[in-house]
């Protein structure tokens, strides 16, 4: 299967892969990534992400990111060809009660709800509390998804915590909350020279 990646807004090649992608998934899972071990140290970093496991095979990685010093988010679209990452620490599977094509989520993100137009917070954990506003939303959209009403408050708590492969947690207190931007201060972030 080949890489096809595309970031939301910014990078425009392989849009319309998923702008018209009418491959269905039916579980979200929602990946707590290690992003290394601290030097003398049981604990690590995370990073979460979400993958949309298409019912045929493969999986959508929806990833919100950052450049190191940047605090705007980047949302990558990515299809890849496994369910669990090489990094993955934990992970929570939320499963739908009907499946879902992955252009109405695309649609859905990019369109209606905007969650692309995301700074994150100084100091890390910004994923987890877009992770949360995205399960959230798509919750609610109850017209287009059915994800139990459950999900993001249970998402909320297993974000409470940080996870390494040693089995080591520790408290995520506070989850940091990012900004979602309106359309002008985006676009002055992304495209305006200072």
Same mark, same amino acid.
């Not at 299967?1 to 892969?17: T, W």
């Not at 940091?176 to 985006?186: K, L, V």
């Given at each position: 299967?080949?890489?096809?990646?595309? !970031?939301?807004? *910014?990078?425009?090649?392989?849009?319309?892969?998923f702008d018209n992608n009418s491959s269905t998934f039916s579980k979200i899972r929602v990946t707590i990534h290690t992003t290394g071990a601290w030097p003398n140290s049981l604990h690590s970093n995370n990073h979460v992400t979400t993958l949309l496991l298409l019912d045929r095979g493969g999986a959508v990685q929806v990833n919100m990111r950052t450049d190191d010093g940047d605090r705007r988010g980047q949302l990558q679209w990515k299809l890849v060809n496994y369910h669990h990452s090489s990094s993955e620490v934990k #992970? !929570?599977?939320?499963? *739908?009660?009907?499946?879902? @094509?992955? @252009?109405?989520?695309?649609r859905a993100i990019r369109h209606d709800w905007k969650p692309h137009q995301y700074l994150f917070s100084s100091g890390g954990t910004g994923c987890r509390y877009w992770t949360y506003v995205l399960l959230d939303m798509t919750a609610n959209d109850t017209r287009r998804f059915s994800l139990r009403p %459950?999900?993001?408050?249970?998402?909320?708590?297993?974000?409470?915590? #940080?996870?390494?492969?040693? %089995?080591?947690?520790?408290p995520c207190n506070p989850i940091?909350? %990012?900004?979602?931007?309106?359309?002008?201060?985006?676009w002055n972030d992304w495209f305006t020279l200072e």
């Open positions: 299967m080949p890489s096809i990646s595309h !970031i939301v807004a *910014l990078e425009e090649q392989n849009r319309e892969y #992970c !929570i599977d939320c499963d *739908l009660y009907a499946p879902v @094509k992955v @252009k109405t989520l695309y %459950g999900v993001p408050a249970h998402a909320w708590r297993v974000f409470g915590r #940080c996870y390494s492969r040693t %089995g080591a947690e520790r940091r909350q %990012g900004q979602f931007q309106s359309y002008e201060d985006w």
